[in-house]
């Protein structure tokens, strides 16, 4: 049972992150081609206000496409220059890139108020966004911390868990109670937005860097140095992640 809580918790994470660069692209006039529930194979489909709205066989997650997101790579005609991602302002960009890490944020604070509301009442909101904050702040030194360790050969593996080790934490949250269930997806929630904003290409916070990068510069970056970056920063995440479970494994050994 807490495998299933565990897979739903993470799946509804992605569609909170998702939805976040989602609704802001819409909102700044941005296309959005799709927004889909799971991944395919496809099952259901609609398509309204221009974007295809998709429900999926495989049901963990989601994801967006935004007209115009990889035009680095992408021929764009004069016509859809006007809703294309890449042809937005810079400042536009960077909203709709920052919009899933605050969107995990924002859904980290309410889940935080839904349990301080019954003891705090309405100043449950206020204690949440302070805990947010809180948990935040930590995560963000935490993870910088363990990024400089790596770097210097220092990394303590003990120190972080991966998928196996967040679902292992989650089947002791199960035990204690509900409470315990929803705070630990809150902080999960925290540490996606956080790590989403590490500026690696693969990340939220790497295309932010290309934004600003391209700001300074007034031209976009040689595509094929975006490609090249991209497939590093891919690589490292999956040795990180196969080294990170690895040790997930042996632990629970």
Sequence with gaps: MSIIIFLISIALLILVHEFGHFIVAKKLGIRVDEFALGFPPKLLSKKWGGTLYTLNAIPFGGFVKIFGENSHTEVISEEDKSTSFFYKPKWVQSLVLVAGVAMNVIFAWFLISLLLLQSDGIMAFWEAAKLTAFITKETIFGLGTFLWN???????????????????????????????????VAVISINLAVINLVPLPALDGGRLLFVGIEAIIRRPINPKIVRTLSLISFLFLLVLMVFVTAHDILKLI
């Design 150 to 184: 790596i770097i210097s050969f220092k990394a303590d593996f003990s120190q972080v868990s991966g998928v196996v080790g967040i679902a292992s934490i989650f089947k002791e949250a199960e035990i204690i109670g509900f409470a315990q269930v929803v705070y630990l």
